[in-house]
């Protein structure tokens, strides 16, 4: 009988029905259906971003390098002239560098391959999904709909190509299913039951593992930290519940495991700042922010900012305009918020009626719903677990008592979305079982009704879920690139291949802007559009070969184009957005110097000064040993670094502002070359005007009185500064001060600049 039911039985439906093979091929489909719809991929061009601003130039330009180099830690034609060394900016996400590199191997073209990534990224989000749901029990047909909702979730879109890293989470189900595997006494260690030694060893419970968590922890940071958190609790949850250390020994070593990973993801960074010193102002965080971008359970459970219903995203923009702690406005979406309300209630319902659920498990009444309880207890058990840690004012601010590096919490609502809708495909696969045994219905119309709810589940999560509208964006997007790109050929028309630009004002990358706004990551834009030419944007701040252009640009503006040119600059790039007079100081100046007017982009927010000619002029009149040096002190320099005893404050004319209320505060001058330099350092303090300020640099010469005139004074103090740090100190405070104008001018610079004007060679 049994054989005359397999000869009926067709290829498809075995497939369906004894293994997952035709689910994980159907969920492909639908969820690339969807995602083709949801960000409307008709007429889209892959050659273009579909994001150009912010942090998704610095994802380009990962994805630049890696075509270009292989790897992305290192690029030469980013700060240059000693080239951009991103070891300096410590991460755990090499597994997408991975990814781009193979898909390196079909484009050469940064932006298709950007883009390709950021698409390919929601289908294998579904088919993570569907191992998770399997896991936890979901019927296929709920599965299929779940996947897809998961894959687009509203926090893919809010992500998008400017957090591609943790947009592309499809190993974030691989790490939740384990943690259900553990809670539901499952094996995460150990062989597979395969006869064929070779197969026991490669589909067992350990190289699932292994290889899951390997996943997981090279994707991210935050997802590998979030994974650590769950897994602790779950841990201590299976040894106080069931007594199991078998089972808390195994998430310990899964635990150290997952660490291990994304210590060595990270050790050659480790590695650099040994032998490089550590660069404190590279990855720059502040403990507080563990609040600011932590999330609240209203935000999670409203429509998201981006919903296609009109009236719900106006409701969600008057929320985050007219509440506080905005944070990253997290959203989990109906269906999403759906589960974790059911979660919550479930543990609340454990918690009360424990020792009910204890008898009628142990009379045996009831066992599909106590199967239930149990496995949407589990899931509703790390949730709230991760509610707990996310929150405004939760664990996560324990946690900034001793690092500040873990800020953005909010971004555990992606974990929480699929703990969310593995409960909602729980409860409704026992609905669906509870009618079908209630009205007696056929297998096939249980199959019916099982599809109309998958269906019903798309339908939802597709209007609630993805962007009323991605085409004008994209659209924009495509045209300034289009629009930059010309700019880029014309300023470069005449430039020789290899060599060097300077950018100016110079805007610390990664994570800062300018006092106008202006990104440093929109410094990565000429880079981005060139090949063969070096840019002085780019380089990680906080070491003075990146930092260097702070300094010069404090020069007069004539001096600048000398220094720059004398320095190996073929022209210099000027944003005018990001300076309040719009450039119009220093354009002057050049205009002045070098007779001619700049280049000016169509947008007229781009300017070009060529400087081959003054170039040429400056090494015919100066000897190359002297430019050797002067390039050196220029583009090294003597850099002060006011952290950490001043914070940054807002500017009114683009330079750096630094305050304190220390009574005795130290600015530190450091020289990475291994030459002392001679050098007068000049500064502008701004203090009470009774204030007795003093300021003066470590063994060398007395203390110098700050005098201020209504408030204002300005310290010249001669500096011979060693290699390594020399602390310039400012004592006597009363009350809250401000530093700004550093400028560290070396005494060779100086005669250099004299004996340039002498010659007639510079202004």
Do not use: C
Not at 375 to 382: E, K, P, Y
Not at 399 to 417: A, K, P
Not at 478 to 497: E, H
Not at 670 to 693: F, G, H, M, R, Y
């Amino acid at each position: 009988m049994a054989n005359e039911v397999t000869k009926r039985t067709s290829i498809p439906e075995r497939l369906w029905t004894h293994t997952d093979a035709l689910l994980y091929l159907v969920t492909a489909l639908v969820s690339s259906i969807v995602t083709w719809f949801a960000i409307d991929l008709k007429g889209a061009r892959l050659n273009a971003p579909f994001e150009y601003n912010g942090d998704a130039l610095a994802t380009g330009a990962h994805f630049k390098t890696v075509l270009q180099t292989g790897w992305y830690e290192y690029q030469g034609l980013l700060g240059a002239p000693y080239g951009q060394t991103y070891n300096d900016f410590p991460t755990a996400d090499n597994l997408h560098l991975v990814v781009a590199n193979i898909i390196g191997l079909f484009t050469d073209q940064w932006p298709v391959a950007l883009n390709v990534y950021y698409i390919i990224g929601f289908p294998l989000a579904a088919l993570g999904a569907v191992w998770f749901f399997r896991t936890v029990g979901v019927s296929r047909a709920l599965t299929v709909a779940l996947a897809t909702a998961f894959a687009v979730a509203p926090y893919h879109f809010m992500r998008g190509e400017g957090h591609l890293w943790l947009a592309s989470y499809y190993a974030v189900p691989l790490g939740a299913g384990l943690l259900v595997i553990l809670l539901s006494g499952g094996r995460l260690w150990g062989r597979g039951r395969s006869q064929n030694k070779w197969l026991a060893v490669i589909f067992s419970p350990t190289s699932r593992s292994l290889l899951f968590t390997t996943l997981l922890a090279s994707s991210g940071s935050y997802y590998g930290i979030f994974f650590l958190v769950l897994l602790a609790f779950a841990g201590i949850a299976v040894l106080i519940r069931d007594g199991s250390w078998a089972r808390f020994w195994g998430a310990a070593g899964l635990g150290a495991f997952t660490a291990g990973v994304m210590f060595l993801n990270m050790l050659p960074d480790i590695l650099y700042g040994i032998f490089n010193g550590a660069n404190a102002a590279g990855l720059a965080r502040s403990a507080p922010e563990a609040e600011i971008y932590a999330l609240k359970l209203t935000q999670l459970i409203m429509p998201w900012p981006g919903h296609r219903i009109p009236e719900l995203r106006h409701f969600r923009e008057l929320y985050d305009n007219y509440y506080p702690l905005l944070s990253e406005r997290p959203a989990l979406g109906a269906l999403g918020a759906l589960g974790l309300v059911i979660g919550f209630l479930t543990i609340a319902y454990l918690a009360i009626a424990r020792r009910r659920t204890e008898r009628d498990a142990s009379a045996g009444r009831g066992e599909h719903q106590q199967l239930l309880l149990n496995r949407v207890g589990d899931l509703g058990g790390l949730l709230f677990v991760a509610f707990l840690f996310a929150t405004v004012g939760g664990l996560s601010t324990v946690i900034s008592f001793f690092t500040s590096s873990l800020r953005g919490w909010n971004r555990m609502s992606i974990v929480m979305l699929i703990l969310a809708l593995g409960i909602v495909g729980l409860v409704l696969d026992r609905l669906i079982a509870n009618a079908a045994r209630r009205f007696n219905w056929r297998l096939s119309v249980r199959a019916v009704v099982a599809a109309g709810m998958a269906s019903l589940l798309l339908v939802v999560a597709f209007v609630d879920q993805t962007p009323s509208d991605v085409t004008a964006g994209r659209i924009a997007a495509a045209k300034a690139f289009d629009a930059d790109t010309v700019w880029i050929d014309t300023a470069l028309t005449g430039i020789r291949s290899g060599s060097m630009i300077l950018q100016l004002p110079y805007v610390p990358f990664p994570e800062s802007s300018s006092v106008t706004g202006v990104l440093g990551s929109e410094g990565l834009i000429p880079y981005l559009l060139s090949e063969n030419i070096s840019w002085s944007a780019g380089g990680i701040k906080g070491r003075p070969r990146s930092d260097y252009p702070l300094a010069l640009e404090q020069y007069r503006p004539e001096d600048v184009a000398n220094l720059a040119a004398a320095s190996g600059f073929a022209g210099i790039m000027v944003d005018r957005n990001a300076l309040p007079d719009h450039a119009a100081l220093l354009e002057a100046g050049w205009t002045s110097l070098l007779g001619h007017t700049p280049l000016v982009s169509e947008s007229e927010r781009f300017t070009f000064f060529n400087l081959q000619d003054l170039a040429k002029t400056i090494s015919e009149t100066i000897p190359p040993t002297e430019l050797e040096s002067i390039t050196r002190l220029i583009t090294q320099p003597v850099t002060g670094y006011f952290e950490p005893d001043f914070e940054s404050l807002s500017s009114t004319d683009g330079l750096p502002e630094w305050g304190t209320a220390l009574s005795n505060a130290k600015i530190r001058l450091t020289n990475t070359t291994t030459d002392s330099v001679s050098l007068e350092a000049q500064l502008t303090i701004t203090a009470d005007p009774k204030a007795n300020l003093k300021a003066w640099v470590d063994g060398q010469g007395s203390k110098v009185p700050v005098t201020l005139k209504d408030g204002v004074g300005t310290v010249r103090l001669p500096v011979s500064a060693a290699p390594g740090t020399t602390n310039l100190h400012i004592s006597g405070l009363t009350g809250p001060i401000t530093v700004s104008h550093l400028r560290l001018v070396p005494d060779e610079v100086v005669q250099f600049l004299g004996a340039l004007r002498s010659s007639g060679a510079g202004q």
